[in-house]
């Protein structure tokens, strides 16, 4: 298996901005005023990862830039949505969309208490990701990796993409695996996948684009 670098996979992420934090609001806002989106509710809109880095770095710079000088010893005081935002547009590279949510809720806090330790904590809904397979597999493995995909209904003969939810595709793979057992060559080779798939997609059931060689 190839190294593989998973902030590469997300194209389309879903981010909850909180209506009563006074930064999260003054960004909904900003998003309406600078940027071209999509209405896909009253609460929830969505726009390009390149428009949402341009207003950040319109709007934010000094406050990024203050936070890297900073560094991690004042991550409760000073780390807010922007900055989790921007090294979001920055580390995930592929990344096209981000949906943008309104909560409303008036008691939500980021800041969650871990063995006495004051942390601030970000989620995001992974939407779409795209997983090229001759990323992950040489020359010599992909065939093989082909094969077993198209046995399971995942890929089709000569065509070099398909579209899976994440629950389908870890749910045909562990049954190939326990068909066959774990010692089985192919299925050590096809459990890659699995291995990269982040626990995350699986639970959010992110739509994966599969894209292969032949």
Excluded at 131 to 138: G, V
Excluded at 174 to 196: F, K, P, Q, R
């Amino acid at each position: 298996m190839e190294q593989f670098d998973l902030s590469l996979m997300p194209t389309a992420v879903d981010v909850t901005l909180y209506k009563y934090n006074y930064i999260d609001n003054k960004l909904w806002t900003q998003l309406h005023n600078q940027a071209d989106f999509i209405q896909v509710s009253e609460d929830s809109i969505m726009t390009s990862s390149s428009q949402l880095k341009s207003i950040l770095e319109t709007n934010y710079l000094s406050t990024i830039n203050k936070i890297k000088t900073l560094g991690s010893d004042v991550v409760h005081k000073e780390i807010n949505s922007v900055f989790f935002l921007y090294q979001m547009c920055l580390e995930m590279e592929n990344l096209q969309y981000v949906k943008f949510n309104l909560n409303k809720d008036k008691t939500y806090s980021r800041m969650i208490e871990i063995e006495g330790k004051k942390i601030l904590q970000f989620s995001f809904k992974v939407i779409t990701a795209t997983l090229r397979l001759f990323d992950l597999y040489d020359e010599e493995e992909l065939p093989h990796v082909n094969k077993i995909l198209e046995e399971l209904g995942i890929l089709y003969p000569e065509k070099p993409y398909n579209r899976v939810f994440a629950s389908e595709l870890s749910e045909k793979i562990d049954m190939y695996v326990e068909s066959h057992g774990e010692d089985d060559h192919n299925a050590g080779i096809v459990l890659d996948i699995l291995d990269i798939l982040e626990q995350k997609m699986e639970v959010e059931n992110s739509l994966i684009l599969l894209i292969t060689d032949y």
